[in-house]
């Protein structure tokens, strides 16, 4: 099987609606099937607003998204979505178990996914130290979980789908670096196209290559070694 999950941006420019400031200018670049994205750039240079493209949460004021060489539009949304898995940058659990929680947009989770999934989410441990397990509610009536607690559980939701993309806007923040190290290991087990933004360089050098955007704009894409010799904003980046 042809793996999936190419995706380019083609001169994509994006005001949000009912604004008139350019969020995302003439982004063009593309990723191939299976590889592993960085996306970084400072607070407000739009890194979350082009994730929020692809799944059609909003659509491009000019130019085209391609997912396998179709344009995103020519998906319905429920296919589209269905093959995406997406980590926001802040994570929404609803009242209910963590159970229910990790297999939110998957029909028919058999409990043995839901556990794989946590493992591979590095936050099974965490689970089983509650009280009643995968059994215990959370959201406004349950437990109060913290933000990287959260982040995991809504990293499990996605893994679970075994998505053709996955996407993590920031989503290991929180975390330490070593479970960050065991979490990124275990996705690689994913033969998914893998997009994260992260504030991290050292997580950020991780990806197979690193896309680096400014003010709405890509301004390099490339591997470490290639940024750090095209770009000086990379270099100050990574010196800094
Ligand atoms: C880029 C504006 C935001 C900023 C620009 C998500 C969102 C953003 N914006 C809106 O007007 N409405 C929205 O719903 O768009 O913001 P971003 O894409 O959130 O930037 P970022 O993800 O690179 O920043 P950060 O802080 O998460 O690293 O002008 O006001
Ligand atoms: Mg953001």
Redo the contacts with the bound molecule.
């Keep these: 099987r042809v793996k999936q999950g190419f995706i380019t941006f083609d001169h994509v420019s994006f005001i949000?609606p009912g604004?008139t400031?350019s969020?995302l200018s003439n982004v063009r670049f593309s990723v191939n099937p299976g590889e592993r994205l960085a996306v970084i750039?400072?607070?407000?240079?739009?890194?979350?607003?082009?994730f929020?493209l692809i799944p059609r949460l909003y659509d491009a004021t000019e130019g085209e998204i391609r997912i396998d060489h179709r344009p995103t539009t020519d998906y319905t949304l429920d296919n589209l979505r269905r093959s995406i898995g997406y980590v926001p940058?802040s994570p929404l659990l609803f009242t209910g178990t963590v159970a229910e929680n990790i297999a939110w947009g998957k029909e028919h989770a058999s409990t043995k996914e839901i556990i794989h999934a946590a493992k591979d989410a590095q936050i099974h441990d965490a689970i089983m130290e509650l009280d009643n397990q995968y059994q215990t509610k959370v959201g406004q009536k349950g437990v109060n979980l913290s933000g990287g607690q959260k982040q995991r559980i809504s990293i499990a939701r996605a893994l679970i789908r075994n998505p053709k993309i996955l996407m993590l806007?920031?989503s290991t923040s929180a975390l330490d670096l070593t479970t960050e190290s065991k979490l990124l290991h275990a996705m690689e087990s994913y033969e998914c196209t893998t997009l994260l933004?992260t504030?991290k360089i050292s997580t950020a050098m991780r990806a197979d290559r690193i896309l680096l955007?400014d003010e709405?704009k890509v301004l390099a894409i490339g591997t470490h070694e290639e940024l750090l010799h095209s770009s000086s904003l990379y270099q100050r980046i990574v010196t800094s």
């Design positions: 949000y604004t400031k969020v750039g400072s607070t407000g240079s739009g890194k979350t607003s082009l929020q940058q806007d920031d933004i504030q955007i709405g």
